[in-house]
């Protein structure tokens, strides 16, 4: 059973960058493919990006492509979001979550997930 943990969450000004990070335990982290997804309030949660396991593949959702870059260390068993240019709309719960089967942008398609954590960016 994998279990992750978001961190690097906070407040930021519009324009200015934050580094989220996502670290897994009980599991080879290896074999999963890792997603960011985030929810905002009142609003249904949403795809962000996708790293393959292996990190050679990645997509992107367009609402953040150009400004988020995705990327992991198997060997720290962590991934990160470093988010730039950051709008007042990407304000939302940022999750990080694994899965073995699929590299996929839809929240049915991953089997474990962490607490979240707040980003809120100020106009």
């Known amino acids: 059973q994998v279990q992750l943990v978001e961190s690097g969450g906070g407040l930021v000004q519009a324009g200015g960058s934050l580094r989220l990070s996502c670290a897994a335990s009980g599991g080879t982290f290896s074999n999963y493919h890792m997603g960011w997804f985030r929810q905002a309030p009142g609003k249904e949660r949403e795809f962000v990006a996708v790293?393959?396991?292996?990190?050679?593949?990645?997509y992107y959702a367009g609402s953040v492509k150009g400004r988020f870059t995705i990327s992991r260390d198997n060997a720290k068993n962590t991934v990160y979001l470093q988010m730039n240019s950051l709008k007042p709309e990407d304000t939302a719960v940022y999750y990080c979550a694994a899965n073995r089967r699929t590299f996929g942008a839809r929240a049915y398609e991953y089997d474990h997930w962490g607490q979240g954590t707040q980003v809120t960016v100020s106009s």
């Open positions: 790293i393959s396991s292996g990190g050679a593949n990645t």
